[in-house]
């Protein structure tokens, strides 16, 4: 299972680069700001198709952000696409800046779901800053226990509505939880799914 848990990270990685270099995903980016690949691609804890990507900037408008989308829209042909504006929203828990939500299909059947956050430098220093903390305390045993709940919870109608990665991370690496089970205990604790 472990074998098998990290070949699927690498395997979705492979697609991911694909997506970022052969598709020319990255060249769009880097035309509006410095993109940082970030989330599970960063921290190699990729279970299903979800790329989380700041794109650094301190000139963007919704103008901008846009036809950043439409050059998006145009080279990856997505189902569907949403935007946010979390400049002025200022949802809680949300980075602050112009957000797309790029869907190749259905994510929870396995499809890639795309995040671009475009946000200015102090911004941006605060969200990488997140993923490097996460970085820093990962172990191989917590890497794996990590990858194991993260495979259980992905297609649950639950997961990044009332719990997320960030989650899973907390639980792992500040609570000591182990596996699937510990894990939806933790969570019923906190309230955040509904005990069934």
Request: with cysteine; glycine share 6%; charged share 25%.
């Amino acid at each position: 299972m472990n074998l098998s848990l990290s070949a699927r990270n690498q395997n979705i990685k492979k697609e991911a680069d694909e997506i970022l270099h052969q598709q020319g995903l990255l060249s769009i980016l880097q035309r509006y700001g410095a993109p940082h690949i970030t989330g599970s691609y960063n921290l190699d804890l990729m279970t299903w198709r979800d790329l989380d990507i700041y794109l650094q900037t301190d000139s963007i408008n919704e103008g901008n952000f846009f036809s950043l989308g439409g050059e998006i829209a145009t080279l990856l042909q997505p189902v569907k696409m949403s935007f946010r504006n979390e400049v002025l929203a200022k949802t809680e828990g949300l980075p602050n800046g112009f957000y797309w939500g790029i869907y190749l299909g259905d994510e929870r059947a396995g499809a890639w779901k795309i995040d671009v956050w475009a946000v200015n430098k102090t911004e941006c220093e605060r969200l990488l800053d997140y993923c490097r903390r996460i970085k820093a305390q990962l172990t191989p045993e917590t890497r794996l226990k990590i990858l194991e709940i993260k495979s259980h919870c992905w297609q649950h109608p639950e997961y990044r509505r009332s719990f997320s990665s960030k989650d899973i991370y907390e639980a792992v690496l500040q609570n000591g939880v182990s596996d699937i089970d510990c894990f939806r205990s933790y969570i019923r604790q906190k309230s955040k799914l509904p005990k069934r």
